[in-house]
């Protein structure tokens, strides 16, 4: 953070904010440019502590786990990207609807929501995909129909805040239709806290789908996840394997704080009170 | 006296009518998910019998409704849950009722060691961090608090497995009790050794919540007049924080800590199955793992019921103890 002292914050958040992108997208576009063969079965490589040819070591069949787990994290990230896309527009849908819907909309809308976090996360993703029959399209519905609820709290307040606030009668008075008011007052007002509740909501759906796959209901085994590789690096923890354990995971906390961070800085920029600290 | 109490008997029924309400929503839902799965039921459960011959497996078919409309089954699931029969689990061939019963209490043991735990270690820092705002400590706490939220908690298990069970050795791998012992041989002292790794785990997985609310709170009613009063007074840091901060902060955290129950049970799944813990939680995931629809619905259903426990219990609080909540009702 030094090297950016000499300017304002607002630039110094931004250059970070450029700097932590790029390492996500290279980060994922990396994982999906290794070939099938880096991460072939090797049993002559077997169980191999880390070195500088294999930085994270080998698993137990000989898998390059460097590559297996930037392979994993990819898959990763593509899941909490598009649940939490989902979950994020889920949640601005039904937040403004029971802001502006009927009375009796609304308590039913927070029925909902209460219900939703009345059953434990972690129980309801693995009702939610055993339903679908597991797999990835379980895991995806899963998390995507399960992180709304908080964001969609945090829109419906908002939206109540701003239906009182003097431009939007104003405005009324004036003439305008619902639809002009909701384009040119609500939404300008809404984007922020919808891009915060996105980015902020991409660290908790990439720690459900790790967390899912670990207790073996996400992706098939062959497939390279973070939850997988660590699922099964337990068989061999106590013949002192500490590597397929530590390092995967290390590198998901890393993407977790990553990310928080980026949407940490999101937040103070697009805040008006703290952009310009 | 008598004013006082009715209303708050009234708040108390209308919360237990919605968790009512709340509860048996969930068990519709838990079971029109658990019917859209492509798994069948019947196949799973004659898996463990060997082959079967088609009569056969008619017969099991009409005994257990297969054939019925969804809506029936749900009402005679719901007719026999409600005379306590909650069916026989596919996966363990017993009653449902048993091993929730059973398997409840090793949770609980484990959910209450986490519980005092994360509240203890998250008041505690929170009180800190509050009142050395913006110093060193409260930098370096916040910085750790925000570490332990973004670590999964499976992961930290298996790091807490490796370095204090494997490496250090001073803990057993797994399970509830000794391998190899009866269940009436196993001490106190040797259930809770087993059981403190998995507590430690899911209280530092979730301590952070609660020690940065704690914070908050602490430094609001700092800057409150009050405060600056008994400053003014002469009061010392340490007086002020006993007799002004903890009284204030006190009940809003214990509040938070009985509405975290879901995050509590969720983690308790991944605890317990990192460390074969014969828990709910892992219960839980063995029995969508295998299919086994009766115990998932059960423990869905009792974890929700848990959970309204929880939030009841924090609302009551609330009213017991803040007037202003308690006078708004009346």
Redesign the interface.
């Known amino acids: 953070m030094k090297l950016f002292r000499w300017k304002n914050r607002r630039t110094r958040t931004l250059c970070y904010m450029t700097l932590l992108g790029l390492l996500l997208l290279a980060a994922y576009l990396f994982g999906l440019l290794i070939p099938e063969e880096a991460v072939a079965t090797d049993f002559m490589n077997a169980k191999l502590p880390p070195s500088l040819e294999h930085p994270f070591g080998t698993d137990s069949l000989g898998r390059d786990l460097f590559f297996r787990t930037l392979k994993g994290l990819s898959v990763s990230i593509t899941v909490g990207i598009f649940a939490s896309l989902i979950s994020a527009v889920i949640a601005v849908l039904v937040g403004v609807a029971a802001a502006v819907g009927s009375k009796w909309l609304d308590n039913a809308i927070c029925f909902v929501i209460d219900l939703f976090m009345g059953v434990p996360h972690t129980v309801l993703v693995l009702l939610i995909s055993f339903a679908l029959g597991r797999g990835l399209k379980g895991l995806l519905v899963g998390i995507a129909v399960t992180h709304w609820t908080g964001l969609a709290r945090v829109i419906r307040g908002e939206v109540l805040t701003l239906r009182n606030h003097p431009f939007v009668a104003v405005s009324r008075r004036l003439g305008k239709s619902s639809g002009w008011i909701l384009r040119h007052h609500l939404l300008p007002h809404l984007l922020p806290q919808f891009l915060v509740g996105l980015i902020l909501m991409f660290p908790h759906a990439i720690l459900h789908e790790a967390s899912i796959s670990f207790l073996g209901y996400g992706l098939s085994p062959e497939q390279p996840a973070i939850g997988i590789i660590l699922s099964e690096s337990m068989k061999y923890l106590s013949a002192g394997l500490w590597w397929p354990a530590v390092f995967p995971g290390l590198t998901l906390v890393l993407i977790v704080l990553l990310v928080d961070k980026f949407g940490d800085n999101l937040k103070r920029i697009l805040d008006p009170y703290s952009a310009q600290e | 006296m008598k004013e006082k109490i009715l209303p708050f008997l009234g708040a108390f029924f209308a919360k237990g009518v919605r968790m009512l309400?709340?509860l048996l929503?969930?068990s519709i839902?838990?079971f029109a998910?658990?019917s859209?799965?492509?798994?069948d039921p019947v196949q799973q459960y004659l898996l463990g019998a060997g082959p079967v011959s088609e009569e056969q497996r008619a017969q099991v078919e009409e005994y257990w409704g297969v054939n019925d409309p969804p809506v029936e089954r749900y009402f005679n699931w719901l007719s026999s849950l409600l005379s306590g029969d909650m069916g026989i689990s596919t996966l363990y061939r017993r009653p449902v009722s048993d091993i929730i019963g059973e398997r409840f209490f090793n949770s609980i043991a484990l959910m209450l060691c986490a519980w005092l735990l994360s509240g203890g270690i998250g008041f505690a820092l929170g009180c800190v961090m509050g009142a050395k705002k913006d110093r060193w400590p409260d930098r370096i706490l916040k910085k750790v608090c925000?570490?332990f939220s973004?670590?999964?908690?499976?992961?930290l298990g298996?790091?807490l497995?490796?370095v204090f069970?494997?490496w250090l050795a001073w803990f057993p791998?797994g399970f509830s009790a000794p391998i190899g012992m009866l269940d009436s041989e196993v001490s106190l002292w040797q259930r809770f050794y087993h059981l403190l790794l998995p507590a430690l785990t899911l209280s530092l997985a979730s301590f952070s919540n609660i020690a940065l609310h704690t914070r908050q709170k602490l430094i609001d009613v700092l800057e409150d007049d009050y405060v600056l009063f008994a400053r003014a007074r002469g009061e010392g840091e340490g007086t002020i924080l006993r007799r002004h901060g903890l009284r204030n902060i006190l009940i809003p955290a214990l509040t938070l800590q009985f509405s975290s129950f879901?995050?509590l049970?969720?983690?308790s799944?991944?605890a317990e199955?990192?460390f074969s813990y014969p828990g709910l939680?892992s219960a839980?995931?063995e029995a969508?793992?295998n299919?086994d629809i009766p115990l998932?619905l059960g423990?869905?259903l009792f974890?929700?019921l848990f959970?309204?426990v929880g939030?009841l219990i924090a609302d009551m609080l609330y009213r017991v103890v803040d007037p202003r909540i308690r006078e708004e009702r009346r």
């Open positions: 309400a709340l929503v969930v839902a838990a998910l658990v859209l799965s492509p798994v925000y570490l973004s670590l999964p908690t499976f992961w298996l790091v497995l490796l069970a494997v791998v879901a995050e049970f969720g983690g799944v991944l199955t990192v939680g839980a995931a969508g793992l299919s998932l423990i869905t974890s929700a959970v309204c939030n």
